[in-house]
């Protein structure tokens, strides 16, 4: 019973499903679609200004202590699923739209999640510290990398704006405030680290502006007439089949790496999970113009089996490591 509760959707799946449901009966339009545009704008780069705040110093110098172990991870994260996409690239071509294939191989490019990366390599009794440097390096460097993957791996397909112009603008839009939050952490951090319980809320928000916006977008474009129901179907297949190839060869890598089991965990959990609130605002920038409901479909459904996935098999993984 405790294995299935964990499989039930959290609330903030829940609220995103809500969020979809709202933005395909209650689209915005017109003036209120331009003050949402700008208000999303807004709301992304208050939430990189915290991110950087809440990033300790003492994590990157730990990095930079434990490169071997980092370089592994980020290869999983910008290598490997990388590779992975390309090569499932003809079949979901050929059994999806040519919007959800895309966001499949969009998906493949976004780098790591840090807070839910962070949890389960805790509830797994793995390398922490490791895991918070390495999730928020992945984040770091998303930002350049993912737009970068994504024209190498699909070039001037799929409604991508220009590759250049798109790295500008995230990077004014994501990094600038990342590196002035972190800059003024001396000065702001221990107010933003009491606040973490509260900040979670604004992490969640912001997603949820952004889904709004962009699938109330995509359904005044007729997201729901041109995706029809065996497509979205095949395309969480495709999700579950991504995790379930991924999760069992990334820890085959880091076992025979020759770490130590602590790192052999983080490794797992944090070069298996792709970020929903990194990669959501990458994509609003990226594919300016573009089916944007539609390619951040596939990151909405890995997110939520990779929390279903690791939730179980963290706790299984973290009673072994307690019994041994």
Excluded at 5 to 23: I, K, Y
Excluded at 81 to 108: D, I, K, Q, W
Excluded at 227 to 242: I, K
């Amino acid at each position: 019973m405790s294995a299935l509760a964990r499989l039930r959707p959290d609330n903030f799946t829940l609220a995103l499903l809500a969020t979809v449901l709202l933005a395909s009966l209650l689209p915005a339009r017109g003036i209120a679609a331009q003050w949402l545009d700008s208000g999303t704008d807004i709301a992304i780069a208050v939430l990189f200004f915290l991110h950087g705040a809440r990033l300790p110093r003492q994590a990157i110098v730990a990095g930079l202590l434990h490169w071997r172990l980092h370089l592994l991870i980020l290869a999983c994260t910008f290598v490997l699923y990388p590779l992975l996409g390309v090569l499932a690239r003809p079949l979901a071509s050929a059994a999806l739209t040519p919007e959800l294939a895309l966001g499949l191989l969009f998906l493949c490019a976004l780098p790591s999640t840090v807070q839910s990366s962070i949890a389960f390599t805790s509830m797994a009794g793995g390398n922490v510290a490791a895991a918070v440097c390495s999730a928020s390096l992945s984040s770091l460097l998303g930002v350049f990398l993912t737009p970068w993957l994504m024209t190498l791996l699909a070039g001037s397909s799929g409604a991508m704006a220009d590759p250049l112009s798109a790295i500008a603008k995230i990077m004014l839009l994501l990094l600038a405030p990342f590196v002035a939050g972190h800059l003024l952490r001396p000065w702001i951090g221990a107010r933003v680290d009491a606040l973490k319980p509260l900040l979670r809320y604004t992490d969640q928000g912001t997603i949820l502006l952004v889904v709004y916006a962009a699938f109330g977008a995509a359904v005044l474009e007729g997201l729901w007439r041109t995706t029809p129901l065996p497509a979205l179907l095949l395309t969480a297949a495709a999700c579950a089949l991504l995790l379930a190839i991924a999760m069992p060869l990334v820890w085959l890598i880091a076992r025979r790496s020759g770490f130590a089991r602590a790192d052999q965990i983080a490794v797992l959990f944090c070069g298996t999970k792709k970020s929903l609130a990194t990669g959501v605002p990458i994509a609003k920038v990226l594919f300016a113009g573009g089916p944007l409901g539609a390619i951040v479909l596939p990151v909405m459904l890995y997110h939520q089996l990779q929390l279903m996935v690791c939730a179980v098999v963290a706790t299984r993984m973290g009673k072994t490591t307690t019994s041994a």
